[in-house]
Nanobody, 130 residues
Framework: QVQLVESGGGSVQAGGSLRLSCVASGYTIRNKCMAWFRQSPGKEREGVAASDSDGITKYADSVKGRFTISKDNGKNTLYLQMIGLKPEDTAMYYC????????????????????????WGQGTQVTVSS
């Protein structure tokens, strides 16, 4: 059974930093497509960052230069390092895994489409105050 468990969320002031973690069990993340999404109340789930099986990374324009996605294959853990946090980054953040296509052969917004991911975590809340 695949489980993705997120942690690392919390409350920070604008300009602060957080690192989210997603530990996978029943699933090896090496050479797999993994992503971070976020969702605020009343809004659609938004793709934030993703890394495909080739190691190609994609970011939403709103987080480029501030967020970094990375993997530790030895720990079977996905990370999202977030710096320069803004109030608009406030959301529940979800880890996702298992998109079937490599980004080089997919459309530009493929990585940010929730429907292409097979597995999801329960989320961790990030709150940024001004």
């Amino acid at each position: 059974q695949v489980q993705l468990v997120e942690s690392g969320g919390g409350s920070v002031q604008a300009g602060g930093s957080l690192r989210l973690s997603c530990v996978a069990s029943g699933y090896t993340i090496r050479n797999k497509c993994m992503a971070w999404f976020r969702q605020s109340p009343g809004k659609e789930r938004e793709g934030v960052a993703a890394s495909d099986s080739d190691g190609i990374t994609k970011y939403a324009d709103s987080v480029k230069g501030r967020f970094t996605i990375s993997k530790d294959n030895g720990k079977n853990t996905l990370y999202l390092q977030m710096i320069g946090l803004k109030p608009e980054d406030t959301a529940m953040y979800y880890c996702a895994a298992g998109c079937p296509y490599r980004f080089a052969f997919a459309g530009a917004e493929y990585f940010a489409s929730p429907g292409v991911y097979e597995h999801w975590g329960q989320g961790t809340q990030v709150t940024v105050s001004s």
